[in-house]
């Protein structure tokens, strides 16, 4: 038996699938019945139960794997929040357990932060099955089926393989099919493939085993509908083993983490390494030379949450949010925060054509004579025929009508009449009006597809003669034809025919022995801000590679005139034959890739990811949902169907595609702001580990109280809340950039020891100056204050340095916000120590003349990280 049950989505594979429906296209249809155990006359009743109670119902799944509560789990742990959870676990002993005064505000806050992530990570996951479900349920319909010899209506969802199915104009597939019979059928699938027009079905095997599957003339896919003509065909696969099904398959389960979500895993996992290394070597240091093994833990525990950034939470969700509030300036619309980061790391832009590039709507590019140049007459006679024609004015009779009135031609329908129209029809592919002008004359004109057209002149307008239409004249005409073609426009032709007689009703069979006029060629235009935005993205380091399901000519011409390189381009058919080794090779060099099927656009975003790129992906219709869920940052835009825009994490309003531009050094300044705050903090907090170890070797007492180093981190937090809102320097957003931990863990080993070198200069200056050298009281809470405000004003104000690899305050100034954060916390945090507010801090007020020793100390500390600054740009050429 050939049929199987539904299994797990991630246990199937769309290359199967597509094996499978590919296999079916070229069985002879004896054959064909045979393996589906059907007939002409389909399947009984009883069959098609036993076989419904087998696969199941004609349903796409979404998959749910897990109910809503292990999903909510999974999202709440993860290295991060673990940071955080241990860090309210240490608040709440120092603030409430081991606290005379019960503090509980900075445990509530941070708990807080951990279910606002959490629940956003949630949400953000619930769209990906949501994204699934609104796919599935665009199949709800019913179909005429043979069951037991007899035409009836049946729910779409009962209908098995092997059920035969008659299809008329207007009708869903109800399945993937083969076509037994067809009449003039033409099927719309541009939700599947991307291109706009109908294509024409055939119950015999007329393509070739290496074609592309969406071309593949005898098979239809669920999600498609007849346009026109009618048909019969065998269902040969349902529900989530249909093609249509696969890329549902697609959308559901797991999302793979962003470029952000990564980076802030493996930021949290080097805080946690460090935290489990400097966390045991602090508790021994003091446990050994004070004898205070109780002091000593709770010590080791608070300088274990002293290297974690405690505001990070806040600076990223602030820092996010600020891009997002930008962009909607911009209407753009932010649907997953975090993907305003990740859009400013990207480096390749993946992009569908129809809709991104493109207007989506066609208009009259050429209109031309037989050997290929301009002819208004050509246009006049097409403007003709589409205007006096009374059936529904189709895209292509439009855009007749709207060039000719661009050309002031509208008043050359007051000198005819229309006598009679032979309508369209999907079989002879063309119409005919016939008009009477001024002075009586009849004649007959005809557009429609060239081929046709063509078979029915015996005549060509050849230089201003009419001439017969023969071999030369023919091949001459036809060459015309097809370099248009093949430059990407859709081109269609325009014959006449005078003195018509007077027959009163004219039927097709007086469309004969015409005279061939020439042609009319359309295009979908590019967006006019698509060439400017794709040179900007390439300004900024970011490659722009069109991926469309549109044919290889009119993807060339919209390229061409966007500015892509087609010098190399690949289609679905070449990608097909590839194995993951070769196309990744090839599209090192190929920005343009056409006819391609959605799971085809999935593998090559995937194939540029592996190669180590951070990809983004912007199309519009269902055919681009897999290539936007794979990718890093997903885009679509208003007009786009809902399953792309669900599954997109942001959204364009407007059609100016410079909003990319704006868009991706959005991202990398909301980069940039997050990383000043993850190097600052962590280096800062990292050389305060070093100086208390080698405070805790020499000195008789603690350098600092937990509390101090609380409040220490607090205030340095605190002071960076307009990190936010700062800018970034012009060359550091020329390139994008990326989570590297590596370059974290360097930055702290080099620029946390330089601090730690001033931070033993105040050890001096406190101990030998100001006589803070005895084991008591009064000199422990001196030796703790000086340190504390030392410590507390470096990291307040390196942050000027840090954010910047030029000269700060000279070439380069930091935000207004940030300036005043700065200015509020240094001025709150001198108070603590020379007035009187430090002494529920247990800080001592310390002497006026301590004043130039700490400005000093400052001034020189400024000076060393300059020049330090200066020198590791050199050496490592990056600094941020």
């Not at 002879?28 to 098609?48: K, M």
């Not at 050094?665 to 962590?682: D, P, S, W």
């Amino acid at each position: 038996m050939i049929f199987k049950k539904s299994i797990p989505a991630t246990e199937i594979r769309k290359n199967e699938s597509e094996a499978e429906l590919r296999k079916y296209a070229f069985y002879e249809e004896a054959e064909l019945l045979n393996l589906l155990e059907t007939s002409q006359r389909g399947i009984s009743v009883e069959a098609a139960e036993e076989r419904l109670d087998e696969i199941g119902k004609n349903v796409i799944v979404a998959g749910k794997q897990k109910g809503p509560l292990g999903r909510l789990l999974e999202a709440l742990i993860n290295p991060f929040n673990l940071v955080l959870f241990f860090i309210a676990g240490v608040t709440f002993t120092t603030d409430v357990l081991l606290s005379a005064e019960k503090d509980y505000t900075t445990s509530i806050i941070i708990v807080a932060l951990i279910l606002l992530s959490s629940l956003i990570s949630f949400f953000q996951g619930e769209r990906s099955n949501s994204a699934a479900a609104k796919l599935s349920s665009m199949i709800s319909n019913k179909a005429d089926v043979w069951r037991d010899g007899i035409l009836c209506e049946l729910p779409i969802d009962e209908i098995v393989p092997g059920d035969v199915v008659k299809l008329s104009a207007g009708d869903m597939l109800p399945g993937d099919v083969r076509f037994l019979a067809t009449k003039d059928a033409f099927i719309a699938q541009s939700a599947l493939t991307g291109e706009s027009a109908p294509v024409e079905k055939f119950s015999d095997i007329r393509s070739n085993p290496d074609e592309t599957l969406t071309d593949i003339s005898n098979i239809g896919f669920m999600g498609s509908n007849m346009v026109s003509g009618s048909a019969e065909a065998v269902i040969i696969a349902t529900g989530n083993n249909t093609y249509f099904g696969s890329m549902a398959k697609s959308l559901s389960g797991e999302k793979a983490k962003n470029s952000f979500e990564k980076g802030v895993d493996s930021v949290s996992k080097l805080l946690i390494r460090f935290m489990l290394v400097m966390a045991p070597v602090i508790f021994l240091v003091n446990g050994l030379f004070k004898g205070d093994w109780g002091s000593s833990l709770l010590f080791a525990v608070t300088m274990a949450v002293g290297l974690t950034p405690e505001m990070l939470p806040m600076i990223m969700t602030s820092t996010l949010a600020r891009g997002a509030v930008n962009m909607s300036r911009q209407k753009v619309i932010v649907k997953n925060l975090s993907a305003i980061q990740t859009f400013g790391e990207i480096d390749i832009l993946c992009t569908d054509k129809t809709g991104t590039l493109t207007e989506d709507k066609i208009i009259l590019e050429k209109y031309m004579d037989v050997h290929g140049n301009d002819d208004m007459r050509i246009l006049r006679h097409a403007y003709l025929n589409s205007a006096f024609q009374t059936g529904l004015k189709n895209l292509l009779d439009l855009a007749i009508i709207n060039r000719a009135a661009a050309n002031e031609m509208t008043g050359v329908l007051d000198r005819y009449t229309r006598v009679d129209e032979i309508p369209f029809d999907f079989s002879r592919r063309r119409m005919s009006v016939v008009l009477t002008d001024e002075t009586g004359k009849r004649q007959l004109i005809t557009k429609g597809a060239v081929e046709e057209v063509i078979s029915v002149c015996k005549y060509v307008e050849y230089r201003g003669k009419i001439l017969p239409l023969e071999n030369g004249l023919l091949r001459e005409a036809m060459d015309v034809y097809e370099a248009n073609n093949r430059d990407g426009l859709r081109v269609i032709a325009v014959a006449q025919k005078n003195n018509v007689a007077d027959v009163g009703v004219f039927g097709v069979g007086d469309e004969s022995d015409m005279v061939l006029l020439g042609f009319v060629g359309f295009l979908d235009p590019p967006k006019e801000s698509a060439k400017v935005a794709i040179s900007a993205l390439k300004a900024n380091g970011v490659r722009t590679v069109v991926l469309t399901g549109d044919s290889e000519g009119v993807a060339i011409k919209v390229c061409k005139k966007v500015g892509v390189n087609t010098t190399k381009n690949l289609t679905g058919r070449d990608v097909e034959a590839m194995d993951d080794e070769a196309l990744s090779e090839a599209a090192k060099a190929c920005d343009l890739f056409s006819k391609l099927s959605p799971s085809q656009k999935q593998r090559l975003v995937e194939t540029f990811q592996r190669q180590g790129h951070s990809v983004g992906y912007m199309g519009d219709g269902i055919n681009d949902a897999p290539a936007l869920r794979q990718a890093d940052v997903g885009i679509s835009v208003d007009s786009g169907v809902d399953i792309a825009k669900e599954t997109a994490d942001i959204i364009l309003l407007e059609k100016d595609l410079m909003v990319l531009e704006n868009g991706v050094l959005q991202g990398r300044r909301t980069f940039g702001n997050i990383m000043k705050y993850i190097k600052m903090a962590a280096s800062g907090n990292f050389g305060n580990m070093v100086s208390v170890l080698i405070a805790s070797i020499f000195l008789p007492f603690l350098p600092l109280l937990p509390v101090h180093i609380l409040a220490q981190n607090l205030l340095c937090d605190f002071s960076q809340i307009g990190i936010p809102f700062d800018g970034m320097d012009k060359e550091y957003l020329d390139k994008p950039h990326r989570w590297e931990t590596a370059s974290i863990r360097r930055f702290m080993f080099f620029m946390g020891p330089l601090s730690s070198i001033f931070d033993v200069a105040c050890f001096a200056v406190m101990w030998w100056a100001f006589g803070a050298n005895a084991n008591t009281p009064e000199k422990a809470m001196l030796f703790q204050s000086g340190w504390f405000i030392f410590g507390a004003l470096s990291q307040i104000l390196v942050v000027h340095l840090i954010r910047t690899r030029r000269i700060p305050f000279i070439q380069s100034r930091a935000s207004l916000p940030l300036i005043i954060s700065s200015l509020i916390i240094v001025i709150i945090s001198l108070g603590l120590v020379f007035l009187s507010y430090g002494d529920g801090l247990s800080l001592a007020i310390l002497p006026l003349s301590f004043a130039p020793w700490l400005a000093g100390l400052l001034i020189l500390y400024f000076l060393a990280t300059q020049a330090f600054k200066m020198w590791y740009v050199r050496k490592f050429k990056e600094w941020i």
